[in-house]
C-alpha cells in the first residue's frame, strides 16, 4: 500500500507538471501533504517530515538566492560587457568564427545560470551577423544552445541544485568532480560550433550571398519581420555589436567601468574558492554579494533597487526548492521511497542495475524533451536512488549523471522550460526544426562529457 501510494504522489506530480495545468510549487508541496494524511499520518506527523524535508536543503536555497544576486549585480556593473564586445567584434565575417563566437558568447552569458537571461543577451547581438551573411539560423540557436547547456552544470545552475536537494548533499560535491568533464564540453560545444560554421560557408559557396547585406534590427537587437517582432527598427546602419551592450539609459546608469577590474578580481576570486571549497557555497556567495554591493551601489535605495531587481528570478527557484524539500521530506517520512526502491528493484534486472548511472547519462538529452528539471529531479530520480541503492549504486552517481545532460545540455531542446520558447522566439525558428537540428549534437556533447567524467572517476562506468 505505502508503495502504490508512492507511486502514485509521483504519478499526479508527473502529471501535473507536465501538463503545466499548475505550478510547481503547488503540485511538489500539495500532492504528498494530502497523500501523507491518506496513508494514516497525522497532521503533526506529516508537518514533522515537512520540517525534516525542509532543513536539509536551507543552505542550497540561500546559495542560489545569492549566487543570482552575485552574478546580476556583476551584470549590472558591466563586468561581462567588454567580453561580450571582443567576442561580436572578433566574429568578422567568416561563418566558422561567427559560429564559434555565438557559442562563446553563451558560455560567457550563462555564468549566472539563467538561461533567459543567456538567449536575451546572445541571440540579438548575433542575429543581424547570421542574416547579413545569409547563415541558417538554426545553427545560431543551435550553437548558442550548446554554449548555455554546458555551463548549466554549475552549482548555481537550476539542475545541480535540484539534484543536490534530490540527494541532500552540497551542489559543490556534485559539481567539482565534473570539472573536467565541463571543460571537455566546453571543447566539444566550441569545436561543434566550428564545424557546423564550416558547413554554412560550403553551403553559402554553392547557393550564393544573401541579396541583403543588412537587415534591420529592433530596440533590443532582435531582427525585425522574420521574428514577428513589429516593434519598430533603428535602420539597417546600427552596428551588430551595439545590440549586445544594451544601449539602455537606466542600464548605463548602473555601469561601473571604473570597478571592472575589481569586480572580474572579485568573481575569478568567488570561482575559486568554489573549486577549492575552502568554505560551504552559500557563505562565499553571500559575502561575495555584500562586497558587491558595498563597492558598487552604496547607499540603502540603490542596494535595495538592485535586490529588488533580482528578487523575483531567484525567489521563483527557491520557492520551487523549498516545495521540493517538502515533497522530499514527505516521501521519506512516510517511508513511501523506501517502498517503491524495493518495489521496483524487484523488475529491474540485477545484470544491468550497476549500469544506471551509465543509462542516465546517455539519456540525460533525450529526456529532456520528457521531463522537465522539477519533474525528472524531484520525480524520477528519487525513485532511481532508490532503486541503484538496493544494488549498491551510490545516488551521488546518479545525480552527476543525471546532469551531465538532463535540463543542463539538454535544455536548450526542452519545450518543458520558457527559456526554451525564448530561445526560438527570439531566432524566430520553427521549434521542430530546431529541436531536430540540435538534438544530435546537444546528445553527442553531453556523452562525450560523460566518457570524460568517467574516465576521470567522476562517475563509473559499472557500480561495483
Known amino acids: 500500500m505505502t508503495a502504490l501510494l508512492g507511486f502514485l504522489t509521483i504519478a499526479a506530480i508527473l502529471g501535473l507538471l ?27 506527523e506529516v508537518g514533522g517530515f515537512v520540517a525534516e524535508g525542509l532543513s536539509g536543503i536551507v543552505s542550497i536555497a540561500a546559495m542560489f538566492v545569492f549566487a543570482i544576486l552575485f552574478f546580476g549585480l556583476m551584470r549590472d556593473a558591466g563586468l561581462f560587457d567588454p567580453v561580450i564586445r571582443r567576442i561580436v567584434r572578433w566574429a568578422g565575417d567568416a561563418p566558422p568564427t561567427v559560429a564559434v563566437a555565438t557559442t562563446a558568447l553563451a558560455l560567457v552569458a550563462h555564468l549566472d545560470g539563467a538561461g533567459a537571461v543567456t538567449f ?21 540557436t543551435a550553437c548558442v544552445g550548446l554554449g548555455a547547456g554546458v555551463m548549466n552544470l554549475v552549482p548555481w545552475g537550476g539542475p545541480t541544485a535540484r539534484a543536490a536537494t534530490t540527494i541532500g548533499a552540497d551542489a559543490n560535491e556534485i559539481w567539482v568532480p565534473l570539472i573536467p568533464a565541463q571543460i571537455a564540453g566546453i571543447v566539444f560545444a566550441l569545436g561543434t560550433a566550428w564545424y557546423l560554421g564550416k558547413r554554412e560557408a560550403r553551403r553559402l559557396a554553392t547557393v550564393g550571398a544573401p541579396a541583403s547585406a543588412t537587415v534591420p534590427v529592433g530596440p533590443a537587437g532582435a531582427a525585425t519581420g522574420s521574428t514577428g517582432d513589429d516593434a ?14 544594451g544601449g539602455d539609459p537606466a542600464a548605463e546608469d548602473l555601469r561601473r567601468p571604473r570597478l571592472l577590474w575589481l569586480n572580474a578580481v572579485l568573481t575569478v576570486a568567488v570561482i575559486g574558492l568554489l573549486i577549492a571549497q575552502l568554505a560551504p557555497p552559500e557563505m562565499i556567495f553571500i559575502v561575495a554579494a555584500i562586497i558587491a554591493l558595498l563597492v558598487n551601489y552604496p547607499g540603502m535605495a540603490a542596494q535595495t533597487g538592485r535586490i529588488e531587481a533580482h528578487a523575483k528570478g531567484a525567489m521563483l527557484m527557491v520557492s520551487t526548492l523549498l516545495a521540493a524539500g517538502a515533497f522530499l521530506g514527505v516521501l521519506s517520512g512516510t517511508g513511501m521511497i523506501d517502498a517503491m526502491a524495493e518495489s521496483a528493484a524487484n523488475v529491474v ?18 529526456m529532456s524533451l520528457v521531463f522537465g528539471p522539477d519533474a525528472y529531479y524531484f520525480g524520477v530520480l528519487p525513485v532511481l536512488i532508490g532503486v541503484g541503492e538496493q544494488f549498491g549504486v551510490s545516488g551521488m552517481d546518479l545525480a552527476r549523471a543525471s546532469v551531465i545532460g538532463e535540463e543542463t545540455v539538454g535544455f536548450p531542446i526542452s519545450p518543458l522550460t520558457g527559456a526554451f520558447y525564448l530561445l526560438v522566439g527570439l531566432a524566430g525558428v520553427n521549434i521542430g526544426a530546431h529541436i531536430r537540428n540540435l538534438i544530435g549534437w546537444a546528445t553527442a556533447v553531453s556523452i562525450g562529457m560523460l566518457a570524460v567524467a568517467m574516465l576521470t572517476g567522476a562517475i563509473p562506468l559499472w557500480a561495483s
Open 120 to 140: 536575451l543577451i546572445a541571440v540579438p547581438a548575433m542575429l543581424p551577423i547570421y542574416d547579413r551573411l545569409g547563415m541558417s539560423r538554426l545553427t545560431l
Open 18 to 44: 507536465l501538463s503545466q495545468r499548475i505550478s510547481a510549487v503547488v503540485a511538489l508541496a500539495g500532492v504528498p501533504i494530502v497523500t501523507g494524511l491518506i496513508a494514516g499520518f497525522t497532521p503533526a
Open 232 to 245: 519598430g527598427t533603428d535602420g539597417p546602419g546600427r552596428d551588430a555589436e551595439e545590440s549586445g551592450a
Open 349 to 366: 534486472p540485477a545484470g544491468i542495475a550497476p549500469a544506471l548511472p551509465l543509462i542516465v547519462g546517455v539519456l540525460g538529452v533525450p
